[in-house]
């Protein structure tokens, strides 16, 4: 009777270990997530040529474009994450350039 007692009390206490580091995971992944979107570069603060060179630089890399505008851009098709992804021209406000180029992943037959 006592060992499946201790077996009992092993089990709720894997069950807690396994909880904790879960809810431990996801409170990193938030922390991270937070912790890099306030550390994006923002285009506007950039010129247009120091923001094409850091998407260059990182192949993909989210800037903000102002204080509530942020997205993915990237130097070319191989670093768009679906298969279906194809390769957009999009205008971002820039320190010199109201309308820099940049190129976006997209859905095939989406609208710009």
């Known amino acids: ?6 077996k009992k009390q092993l089990s709720i206490a894997g069950l807690g270990v396994g909880a904790g580091l879960g809810c431990a995971a996801l409170f990193l992944t938030v922390l991270s997530a937070e912790a890099q979107t306030r550390r994006q570069p923002d285009t506007t603060a ?8 850091l998407i260059d630089k990182f192949g993909a890399i989210n800037l903000k474009s102002g204080p509530y505008k942020f997205d993915r851009y990237v130097s070319g098709r191989n670093q768009c994450v679906s298969a279906g992804n ?3 021209t999009t205008y971002v406000p820039t320190k010199d350039d109201s309308s820099c ?3 976006i992943c997209a859905e095939q037959g989406q609208q710009q």
């Open 86 to 88: 194809v390769i957009r």
């Open 101 to 103: 180029p940049v190129k």
């Open 1 to 6: 009777m006592n060992a499946n007692n201790n």
């Open 46 to 53: 950039l010129t247009c040529a120091q923001t094409q060179a």
